[in-house]
């Protein structure tokens, strides 16, 4: 059905009559003549499939998935392969997943276009999806690890993979060269900071407003992030009588399917919410307006600057750790998580803390102890050996020691009742008793 044309300086073709009764050429270029036979016996597979409707066989399928985009495209001009849609390029992709992710945090929405940006200056405008080899995949990375932090580096990672995922889910590409690379955040204890209630109070008395008081005072006495569970924060959503609020679950509602948590309004977070309530405008239903959380970290390193205070890493984050700290001394794990909404793991891998007081404790039960012990006599250890006695062993080794002559005993024991016991067989069936007992016997003694 097809047959091959050897043409000058090596070069060859495949020639055949299409369904239609045309003549059709596959130029294949220099190319031996092994590797033409057998691209010529595929050709006739898909010649065959297209006149009989059939579906393509197995072999030339997988055929098909190896060989590149150069002979894809001869086989889909001659009509035996349905033109493939081009592959996007990595920015127009990343552009067209993040429009259609419309039910993305605009936090997050916000790191992953920085994250597509970041992809783009690395590959360029041009570079296809299908262009990007884990090679390249380790290179990008790399060349981040010079610019930023490794945890950053790690969301971006992530990011990445998610991007590269959502192609191979849409068979757009067929591997994600981002898999297997570390996406997975550790905790940096260098930069956790316990926020004390001196330091806590002293931002809450320097800042300029109500509200400011309101969100330093949610973040560290209740545990909200902030600001995608402050901001979501409606005066509905307080319930005045019962002494509790209603906390939207803005980052784990997709994993827990828990739209919102009920947290307490604890004694020292109360005060300021009835501030803010009193001073809020007729209709207002957001408890905190302030929606730029850059303009946010602005104030608070004025407040700071004001109040007299150092300000610590990752200001939000901490004092929301701190609270975990403070509440999981109080209460069982199990009630903390549940108001402060993750779970017991992130909370020891990235929220509880160890703190001054902790040492300070710890060091005063030890004094305690030591001045209790102080001016009584200490008792001789019980069944120590005298320096007389018997076989005496080192007092360290005493213990060993009596040990092992108790089994030695134990085992002899055994074997004289074992010997007994062959001596007594051999006389009843009037047989000599081997002396090599007795010296066996004398052996284990």
């Not at 990752?314 to 403070?326: G, I, L, Y």
């Amino acid at each position: 059905m097809a047959s091959i044309v050897n043409d000058p300086n090596g070069r060859r073709r495949i020639q055949f009559v299409s369904p239609d009764g045309s003549r059709k050429t596959i130029r294949l270029g220099k190319i031996d003549r092994k590797s033409a036979e057998s691209i010529c016996r595929h050709v006739e597979a898909l010649l065959v499939a297209k006149i009989s409707g059939q579906p393509i066989p197995p072999g030339t399928a997988v055929w098909l998935t190896t060989i590149g985009d150069t002979l894809r495209q001869r086989l889909a001009r001659v009509g035996l392969l349905d033109p493939a849609p081009a592959t996007p390029t990595v920015a127009q992709w990343c552009q067209d997943y993040l429009n259609s992710r419309s039910d993305l945090a605009p936090r997050t929405l916000a790191r992953m276009r920085d994250t597509a940006r970041l992809l783009v200056e690395h590959f360029g405008t041009e570079r296809r999806l299908d262009q990007v080899t884990a090679s390249d995949a380790e290179a990008f990375i790399h060349a981040l690890e010079k610019r930023y932090a490794p945890n950053t580096v790690r969301r971006v990672t992530g990011w990445c993979r998610q991007f590269f995922t959502a192609a191979v889910k849409s068979e757009v590409i067929s591997r994600n060269p981002f898999q297997g690379l570390a996406a997975t955040v550790r905790p940096n204890r260098s930069r956790s900071h316990y926020v004390t209630p001196e330091e806590i109070q002293a931002l809450i008395e320097a800042a300029p407003d109500a509200e400011w008081r309101l969100i330093l005072a949610l973040c560290r006495y209740a545990g909200l992030r902030f600001p995608s569970e402050v901001m979501a924060l409606r005066w509905g959503d307080v319930l005045w009588d019962r002494n509790r609020m209603n906390v939207a679950n803005i980052k784990t509602r997709r994993k827990t399917g828990e739209e919102f948590r009920v947290v307490p309004l604890f004694p020292e977070l109360r005060p300021y919410l009835e501030d803010a309530f009193a001073v809020a405008a007729p209709g207002q239903e957001a408890v905190v307006t302030r929606q730029v959380y850059d303009a946010a970290m602005r104030e608070l390193k004025w407040i700071a600057r004001r109040a007299g205070v150092k300000l610590w890493p990752k200001p939000f984050v901490n004092m929301r750790a701190s609270c975990a700290t403070d509440l999981v001394q109080r209460y069982p794990h199990y009630v903390v998580t549940q108001w402060l909404g993750h779970t017991r793991e992130i909370a020891e891998a990235h929220y509880w803390q160890v703190t001054e007081e902790h040492y300070s404790q710890a060091a005063q039960k030890a004094a305690q102890q030591g001045a209790a012990s102080d001016g009584k006599e200490v008792s001789p250890r019980p069944n120590a050996p005298s320096e007389s006695s018997e076989n005496a062993a080192p007092c360290h080794l005493t213990p060993f020691h009596s040990l092992y002559k108790s089994r030695q005993s134990l085992t002899l024991e055994r074997g004289e009742q074992f010997f007994g016991c062959l001596r007594r067989v051999a006389k009843t069936l009037s047989l000599s008793f081997d002396s090599s007992a007795d010296r066996i016997g004398s052996h284990v003694q």
